[in-house]
């Protein structure tokens, strides 16, 4: 009689394993799914803010370069775009986004620039804001593609 529970128990044991197993395996695939998704839906998100502030960084730049005095009505979309990096960025993608609208606000208020004078800012890493930008954001992205 001993034999027949003993078997019961091991059968009934071993359908508990498999079900919790079971359970457990597609719990953990389930919620790496789901952080695969959300990680994907977040640099997509970023990708999309970023990529709208540089255009708005090179439509500045040119305005900048090309007319005389500052018009703040320029200014509404990039300082929109650049609050919505405050609040998703990190500490050096934001630096590099003050940096660059600093940039552009300086040329506006700074004398205009000859031909020769554009090329070498252009040129020049140093002062190439906008390229400094997009790095600190392509750094960004792929640190959230790792993680």
């Known amino acids: ?3 027949a529970y003993l078997s019961t128990v091991s059968a009934l044991a071993g359908t ?3 079900g919790v197993t079971t359970f457990a395996t597609s719990w953990l695939t389930h919620t790496a799914q789901v952080k695969s998704a959300r990680l994907a839906a977040e640099r997509a998100r970023r990708e999309e803010l970023y990529g709208r502030y540089a255009e708005e960084l090179a439509l500045l730049y040119s ?3 090309g007319e005389e005095g500052l018009s703040y009505s320029k200014l509404v979309t990039i300082t929109g775009l650049r609050g919505r990096i405050i609040l998703l960025a990190t500490p050096a993608v934001i630096e590099s986004a ?3 609208v600093n940039l552009i606000i300086d040329l506006y208020q700074g004398p205009r620039l000859t031909r020769e004078e554009v090329r070498q800012r252009i040129e ?3 002062l190439n804001a ?3 930008f997009a790095r ?3 750094e960004e992205l792929i640190a959230l ?3």
């Open 16 to 18: 508990v394993i498999g």
């Open 98 to 100: 003050e940096r660059a």
């Open 1 to 3: 009689m001993n034999l």
């Open 145 to 147: 593609r790792l993680v």
């Open 130 to 132: 906008i390229g400094e």
């Open 63 to 65: 305005f900048a370069l």
């Open 124 to 126: 020049n890493k140093s």
């Open 136 to 138: 600190c954001c392509r």
